[in-house]
């Protein structure tokens, strides 16, 4: 089974008041145990990632200090290898320019 990690983010703090991440947290878990088994995920080895407040337009959910930057430091340092990333949809991942977010995602996929 692969370890997989669940990735909310909102930027907003009308979003973060708000129920956008409880929401999207709902979803991701909602669609980790019904398609767990398919996909070769383990629901016990699952990671919550949670960016609050944090844009995706200029990348600052890419930075050392944050959720989705910290996976990828160490997914780059080997830590990580073979396990899966979910989003509620590719706008949580990156608002940034599609040829940069392709860069993000064949990152994930080496």
């Given at each position: 089974?692969?370890?997989c990690?669940?990735y909310?983010?909102v930027s907003?703090?009308?979003?973060?008041?708000?129920d956008?991440?409880?929401?999207?947290?709902?979803?991701?878990?909602?669609?980790?145990?019904?398609?767990?088994?398919?996909?070769n995920l383990?629901?016990?080895?699952?990671e919550?990632?949670?960016?609050?407040?944090?844009?995706?337009?200029?990348?600052?959910?890419?930075?050392d200090?944050?959720?989705?930057?910290?996976?990828?430091?160490r997914?780059?340092?080997?830590?990580?290898?073979?396990?899966?990333?979910?989003v509620e949809?590719?706008?949580?991942?990156s608002?940034?320019n599609p040829?940069?977010?392709a860069?993000?995602?064949?990152?994930?996929?080496?």
């Amino acid at each position: 089974m692969r370890k997989c990690f669940l990735y909310s983010r909102v930027s907003s703090d009308v979003q973060i008041s708000g129920d956008g991440l409880g929401r999207q947290e709902d979803k991701l878990k909602q669609y980790l145990l019904q398609n767990a088994l398919r996909l070769n995920l383990s629901v016990d080895d699952c990671e919550i990632l949670v960016d609050s407040g944090v844009s995706g337009w200029k990348g600052s959910n890419m930075g050392d200090t944050v959720a989705l930057g910290q996976l990828f430091r160490r997914v780059e340092s080997g830590e990580i290898d073979g396990s899966v990333l979910i989003v509620e949809s590719l706008d949580r991942f990156s608002r940034e320019n599609p040829f940069r977010v392709a860069g993000y995602i064949a990152k994930l996929a080496e």
